[in-house]
Nanobody
Framework: QVQLVESGGGLVQPGGSLRLSCAAS????????MGWYRQAPGKQRELVAT???????NYQDSVKGRFTISRDNAKNMVYLQMNRLKPEDTAVYYC?????????WGQGTQVTVSS
């Protein structure tokens, strides 16, 4: 089992920034991918960004150039730096961990972009 704990969500004005953090604990494999997904009201959960052990990243087109995903392998943590936030970025953001044994999700953290 893997446990994920997110932090860093909140309310921010359009154009502002937030940084999300996610700590993984438990049965962590040496090779795994971590990422962030989001779900807005009435919409399906969608990929935001992922990063693997080798630092290879993948982003949803709408966040490219605004969001940056990074990880600290020694601490089993993943981060999402979100800049130039837009109202359409409002959603619950979920941390995701995936390895050969399974896929795990955090409890989610609310990000609201509003003036």
């Amino acid at each position: 089992q893997v446990q994920l704990v997110e932090s860093g969500g909140g309310l921010v004005q359009p154009g502002g920034s937030l940084r999300l953090s996610c700590a993984a604990s438990g049965s962590i494999f040496s090779i795994y991918t971590m990422g962030w997904y989001r779900q807005a009201p009435g919409k399906q959960r969608e990929l935001v960004a992922t990063i693997n052990n080798y630092g290879f990243t993948n982003y949803q087109d709408s966040v490219k150039g605004r969001f940056t995903i990074s990880r600290d392998n020694a601490k089993n943590m993943v981060y999402l730096q979100m800049n130039r936030l837009k109202p359409e970025d409002t959603a619950v953001y979920y941390c995701n961990y995936a390895d050969r044994a399974g896929i795990y999700w955090g409890q989610g953290t609310q990000v609201t972009v509003s003036s």
